[in-house]
């Protein structure tokens, strides 16, 4: 049934990660500068093991990240969905696109199709957006998207010392 789940947008394919991702999500993952504004970067054996968290969660609880592919090129672009977060402080909702996607307006297009789907296919009433506050994009991203802005929180283990700020996209505010 997992490999069934496939989201299509006028640009974009969405759908569980493959083991033919993990090349290029292992790319992405070791620019350990742009990579601090999602966990921080990783080495081969991080992005491996974050990569299978990911896989798992699919098969686990029937949802999680989703590889983003551009469809006129079949590039693998990046990820966005639920993010299951051992400890958090709620359903996290993420996205981090490859450098060369950015400006184009990819990451609204997939966050919109993603959250659509979490909403249609999960029980959770809210997701949950951890942005650094030094990571403009996203923020503005989050806005985009409908989010609204709830403070500033110190992040839980793995990440205890950090600020981050909340966003929540809420399903009673969903594409009314």
Known sequence: MINSIKIETERLILRPPILEDLKDFTKMRS?????????????AAGAWTKFMSWVGAWQ???FG????IEKSSGTWIGNIGP???????????????IEEA?????????????????????????????ISPDNVASSRLAKRIGAKFI???VLPPPYEGY?????KSFRSDWKK
């Open 102 to 130: 950015d400006g184009k307006g990819y990451a609204q297009e997939a966050s919109i199709a993603a959250l659509d789907w979490a909403y249609r296919n999960t029980d959770f009433d809210e997701f949950v957006h951890s």
């Open 163 to 167: 600020i981050d700020h909340i966003w």
């Open 65 to 68: 990240m989703f590889s983003v």
């Open 31 to 43: 620019n350990f500068e742009r990579s601090k504004q999602a966990g921080g970067g990783l080495d």
């Open 83 to 97: 993010v299951n977060m051992y400890s958090w402080h709620g359903q996290e909702f993420g996205w981090a696109l």
């Open 151 to 153: 403070g500033e929180m």
């Open 60 to 62: 686990c609880y029937g």
